[in-house]
């Protein structure tokens, strides 16, 4: 290797991007570039290596987005009360709805996102088993936060519409 860049010394920075993957006889994490296991000494196959730490790098994101999802999920009850503030007390101003309506806008973007990006991973890894058990609840929670209130505030908002144009 006479790339320079490799005699470089090894940044803190740099160092928290070397990709890592398993090493298929001893499952310890080493680099991916590496040409020998350092744990067990066993020879790797650096291009079955580098898709290796593919793999395991999108799972590491689908964990954190699926993590993300939830979060979001969970902001839904807030949603709902920001637009019963607004429409049942009659806050003046656009932030409280434009506020709730971005974050259950993102929700649908990280959920969707999730499927079309890590939806059919080929892997075994336990995480992302996890994780995309995890998603599945997720869209089970969504579903139900956005469609079970949603006919409950259209009743209560067309009651304010009426009241509004009867004056
Ligand atoms: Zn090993």
């Avoid at 890592?20 to 350092?38: L, V």
């Avoid at 807030?78 to 259950?104: C, D, K, Q, S």
Wanted: charged share 15%; with cysteine; net charge positive.
């Amino acid at each position: 290797m006479n790339d320079p860049a490799s005699h470089a010394p090894v940044s803190v920075a740099t160092q928290s991007q070397v990709q890592t993957f398993q090493c298929p006889k001893c499952r310890e994490y080493i680099n991916a570039s590496a040409s020998r296991c350092r744990f067990c000494g066993a020879e790797v196959d650096s291009s079955s290596a580098a898709a290796q730490a593919e793999i395991q790098e999108k799972v590491a994101q689908a964990v954190n987005q699926a993590r993300l999802a939830r979060v979001g999920v969970w902001f839904m009850p807030a949603f709902w009360l920001n637009l019963i503030l607004f429409y049942g007390i009659g806050i003046e101003t656009g932030i409280f709805v434009f506020l709730p309506v971005m974050i259950l806008v993102s929700t649908v973007g990280v959920i969707v996102g999730w499927w079309t990006r890590f939806g059919k991973l080929q892997t075994d890894d336990p995480d992302y088993a996890k994780a995309r058990h995890g998603m599945k609840t997720t869209v089970v929670l969504f579903v139900l936060m956005i469609v079970v209130p949603l006919p409950l505030f259209l009743m209560g908002w067309g009651t304010v519409l009426i009241k509004w144009f009867m004056n």
